[in-house]
């Protein structure tokens, strides 16, 4: 249970009109080192709440007079920190997005089973800011109220401390980065380098030489020798994201350096040891992949040591609210303007969306929603209109090509060290126009290359720099 | 006989839940002679929430019973599921673990 462990038990505040339900709960709280109040109404809860301080409020929904909704109403009208943990006999839909979108902790159905009811009340006292940490909290980045996200955390948690590989799976947009973050920051690791690198984002012919480095001469406009990423995040985490698009002949590489902890760039003879976590991630059926001879079986089960599975955001409605408040506000902070809220309407219709798009999606809708209202209050049709415009989290063709280019560009840059007209030669432009490109996508060469302007990507001998261009240019007119 | 398990935590309470069910019997009896499918409902939904938690999984199934037939205003089955009620309370003996 763990969450007892003090002098001072935490306090529950048990509300319900039947005896034997609170005589229940009462005895299992108790009984896991819980003190319990109780109360027999709504309006005895309100007094009980004020007289004893509560940590957490496990109520009925369905009481005479003041009912479990409304209870829940008036405690977060004076204290909207207080986790309020819902119980029905009737797990109905509406009642259940109206509570969420009252901020409940969770909505449990009647019967409920004593590890159930133990398990909600201490993740809902964790989550609750009233508990204080000797530690940072695992995942504090995240945002949820879900069951199912707080059980995620909760294995992640366990194998975060260790140097165990762990696989994410989920659909895009889920946050499976944010994930295999707080594992490496909650991990021996955190003080080394997390890289995270985009497998299905970068060309074949690059990521090979992204991941496992070159030595000069390697191909053609490899005239520095480069690290390599396995290399780069020695001692920390290398996170591949979307590994299911990583070819067969990579996969193989990759492969040895798990089973090895040796890596060999490409053109050395040399290995390399290196000491690397290796998190995993992609929206796609991995399992499936192997079926299809797509992904190598041995790797799959390298790689699936310890699966964890992001819910999609349909998954874990409940935390809607939450993470809808937290982009509100995230926006309003960047923009140093007044916090804007959905309309209740708005609300509740953002609350049934499917999000195919998931986080990453309702991100956009915020952001959407935000910049378009010039009122405070969101209304329902630009909640409808901005779900419309991100109907999947699907971009544009000009920002899904955007974002290649700036991730080719990155890749380039990295392999050589930063050595513009190195990186030019690879790309097939001239240093002008890849000089142009760079500052399109507000990219800097100089941070790219190791020891400063003085460091590998000193001019070559006879790279004359302007010369070179002016030829380029000739050539090209 | 019908053998139930009980966790022995709630084994001060098992008397008292169980004269509770003894007394839903009447009330339901007394409910129906008024018409009363509302209170029944009430009740059957009471009984259908506690009885899982106590380790009684068919005093749930009987509470779930009695809330749909209060709902369908069907006194038959109400009646047919308080005579399985009594005839389970009579029967039931509890083993603590």
């Known amino acids: 249970m763990g969450i007892n462990d003090t002098s001072t038990p935490y306090r529950v505040l048990i509300v319900d009109d039947d005896s034997d339900m609170i005589a229940l709960l009462s005895t299992w709280l108790k009984g896991s080192g819980f003190s319990v109040i109780t109360a027999t109404s709504g309006d005895e809860a309100l007094t009980r709440l004020g007289m004893s301080r509560p940590h957490c409020v496990l109520t009925d929904l369905y009481m005479e007079g003041m009912d479990g909704m409304t209870l829940l109403s008036r405690i977060h009208a004076t204290n909207p920190l207080m986790p309020v943990i819902m119980l029905s006999g009737q797990a109905g839909i509406p009642e259940a997005m109206k509570a969420m979108h009252l901020g409940i902790a969770a909505f449990l159905t009647k019967p409920v089973e004593k590890e159930t009811l133990l398990a909600n009340v201490s993740r809902a006292l964790r989550l609750s800011s009233d508990i204080s940490e000797a530690r940072p909290k695992f995942g504090a980045g995240i945002i949820y109220r879900s069951t199912a996200m707080a059980e995620l955390l909760e294995k992640a948690e366990l194998v975060a401390d260790s140097d165990i590989t762990v696989f994410i799976s989920g659909q895009t947009g889920t946050g499976k980065e944010v994930l295999a973050k707080a594992i490496h920051e909650a991990s021996p690791r955190r003080d080394k380098p997390f890289i995270g690198v985009n497998c299905g984002a970068i060309p074949e012919q690059l990521l090979e030489s992204e991941l496992f480095g070159h030595e000069r001469g390697a191909f053609t406009g490899a005239l520095t020798r480069h690290e390599g990423l396995l290399q780069a995040a020695n001692g920390g985490t290398l996170f591949l994201d979307e590994i299911g698009d990583m070819p067969l002949g990579l996969q193989v590489k990759l492969l040895r350096v798990l089973q090895d902890f040796e890596v060999r760039p490409v053109g050395s003879t040399r290995s390399v040891p290196v000491n690397v976590r290796v998190i995993s991630a992609t929206h796609q059926d991995l399992a499936e992949a192997v079926k299809r001879g797509e992904f190598r079986e041995d790797l799959y089960y390298r790689l699936n040591v310890v699966p964890l599975h992001m819910p999609s955001l349909a998954e874990r409605r409940e935390d809607i609210p939450a993470l809808l408040d937290y982009f509100l506000d995230r926006v309003a902070q960047k923009r140093n303007a007044k916090k804007k809220r959905f309309s209740p309407e708005a609300l509740e219709y953002l609350l049934s969306a499917p999000w195919p798009g998931n986080v990453r999606q309702l991100m956009n809708v915020v952001e959407l929603c935000t910049t378009l209202t010039k009122t405070d209050i969101i209304p329902l049709s630009m909640a409808k209109s901005a779900l419309r415009e991100e109907p999947a989290g699907i971009q544009t063709l000009k920002v899904a090509k955007d974002a290649f280019e700036r991730n080719y560009l990155i890749g380039v840059l990295r392999i050589t060290n930063g050595h513009v007209a190195n990186a030019a030669r690879i790309a097939g432009r001239n240093r002008t126009e890849f000089y142009k490109l760079l500052a399109q996508h507000h990219l800097n060469a100089a941070e790219f290359r190791k020891g400063g302007a003085a460091g590998a990507d000193e001019p070559e001998p006879g790279d004359d720099g302007v010369a070179e261009d002016a030829a380029d240019e000739q050539r090209d007119a | ?97």
Do not use: C, W
């Open chain 2, 1 to 97: 006989m019908v053998q139930v398990t009980v966790d022995r935590d709630l084994e001060d309470l098992i008397p008292g839940f169980l004269a509770n069910r003894q007394r839903d019997i009447e009330k339901v009896e007394a409910m129906l002679a008024r018409d009363d499918f509302d209170g029944v409902r009430i009740t059957g939904h009471s009984m259908k929430g506690s009885g899982g938690g106590y380790g009684f999984p068919f005093i749930t199934e009987i509470g779930a019973g009695l809330e749909r037939a209060a709902i369908a205003r069907d006194a038959d089955s109400i009646r047919n599921a308080i005579s399985e009620l009594r005839h389970y309370l009579a029967q039931v003996e509890i083993v603590y673990r």
